[in-house]
């Protein structure tokens, strides 16, 4: 880690934001684009990206953690900036993306439907309403971390359990203890990234050292994954039930990949000096990380749609990796744009651009993460 102005910068963080959101545009684009071609390879394949969600949610913990674990909060400027760096761009997105199904003329219909999906994110930006309850909870759980040092564990063990079990109820029993936007439903993601970050030069020196393990336990832990498919499509609910991430097997491979990314993290901060490309690259899509989850449905749904249109009969999973590709790269091009505004961070989360960190690391200041984070 690179100390700057006295704080360090977990360069490990950006490896997983980066992989994640290309994760998370991977799973959009199996579900649209294999899925209704290949509806089991589809399912499969959607399952082995589903861990961007989980991911995601630890760093949403990790980052607030970190920040303030050695330091005092000052929770008006905290929930200043998340109404600007996630409120804002919630409440444009939403409005775009209504657009889709509903004509904003005459505006009345329009205003009365924006009203009502509000409260649930239309869509893919059910993520925020999570995300903002995070926020909210932030406090107990920087009070939680500082107060319960010697027994944190214990409540991470707990957190981990919960997430079993409540997922358990919800995809096997149909019975959710809490409504599925409700912070409940993933709240045990959120303490153990808080874990993680309150406690990350131990952790990052464990997983470390610890790579190699990680990367051997990466195929049994898809493996896994399969296995739990194939039991709930063939003796179980069938492939509804299959493809649904609500499944311990979810639980502990979104756990895993997060703490195999973290511990991958660890190899790119070390080699980053060495490799200016690889630095510029992951930092690109990172920092663009927020802003890549709100826009990537327009180029998700807009390649897939066009060549259904065209009849331009693509292999669906060809046409599924060109739906990724132009996702993540058109997404990060409109993200970048938009970044030379001043008022960029009230549409897609972050401030006017600034270059990339691909420098030595001492002579720059930290980013400050994006709202996703």
Known sequence: MAKTNGRTYVYPLDFVRALTIVGVVAVHAVRFGLVPA???TGGLTQLFFQWGRISFMIVTGFIVAYQYRDRSPRWWSFFGRRARSAGAPYVLWLAIFLLETVSLWPLGPY???YLHVLPNGNGHLYYMIITFQMYLLTPLLIWTLRKTKQHMRWIVLAAVMWQIVSWVM????????APPLWVTTYIGYFIVGGYLGY????WRERLAARRALFRNLLIPAMLMVAAAFFVDDRFLGGLGLSTTMFQPSSVIFGLFITLTLLAGGTWFEEVRPERPR????????ADASFGIYLVHPLFVHGWLDLARDMHWGINPILNTGITVVAGVVLSVAVVWIIRLLPFSEYIIG????????????????????TAAS
């Open 38 to 40: 290949h509806p089991a």
């Open 199 to 202: 406690n990350w030069p131990v």
């Open 111 to 113: 205003l009365s439907q």
């Open 278 to 285: 690889l630095a510029w690259g992951i930092g690109i899509v």
């Open 170 to 177: 919800m995809g096997y029993f149909g019975q959710p203890w």
């Open 350 to 369: 972050t401030k006017r651009r600034r270059s990339p960190r691909v420098g030595v690391a001492s002579h720059r200041s930290p980013r400050k993460p």
